[in-house]
């Protein structure tokens, strides 16, 4: 990664300095995707799956887990370790009937000196559910009305 900035001065013969800093990142995790969209009809059901893979130069454990509200969503981590590859899978699920849309974080402490706490935000937008159909004129319903 590079980054410039440009600093300016009073000294007249150096009044614009460009600064450059550059170096490798080092990822502390991989997150994907790195948000939660849950989209859907309300009363179906409407998750999405999120893995969090830990990168070996910072190995961690996730301590807890919360929601900023999670009055809409209830969530659940599982730990997975396949091929020399671990992490968590992390499963996010709507709770919401009312038809809307609404945000969260969730905030996954880490038991690492490097970063206390991973961060995931999850947006939702609950659609109306289709209309059952009306009964044909003449034709009596299922109720006999």
């Known amino acids: 990664m590079k980054k410039q900035i440009q600093v300016f001065t009073s000294d007249p013969a150096n009044n614009r300095i460009i600064l450059s800093i550059s170096g490798k990142v080092l990822n502390f995790a991989k997150i994907a995707p790195k948000y939660a969209r849950l989209v859907g009809k309300s009363g179906t059901d409407i998750q999405k799956k999120i893995t969090i893979?830990?990168?070996?130069a910072y190995p961690f454990k996730i301590t807890k887990a919360k929601a900023r509200s999670g009055k809409d969503i209830a969530f659940t981590i599982e730990e997975f370790s396949n091929e020399g590859v671990d992490g968590y899978i992390l499963t996010i699920e709507n709770k919401r009937?009312?038809?809307?849309?609404?945000?969260?974080?969730?905030?996954?402490?880490?038991?690492?000196?490097?970063?206390?706490?991973?961060r995931v935000p999850v947006y939702g937008q609950i659609i109306a559910a289709d209309p059952r159909p009306a009964s044909a004129p003449g034709q009596k319903n299922a109720t006999g009305g």
């Open 53 to 56: 893979t830990r990168e070996k």
């Open 97 to 118: 009937e009312a038809t809307g849309r609404y945000a969260d974080t969730l905030t996954l402490m880490t038991d690492s000196p490097v970063k206390s706490a991973l």
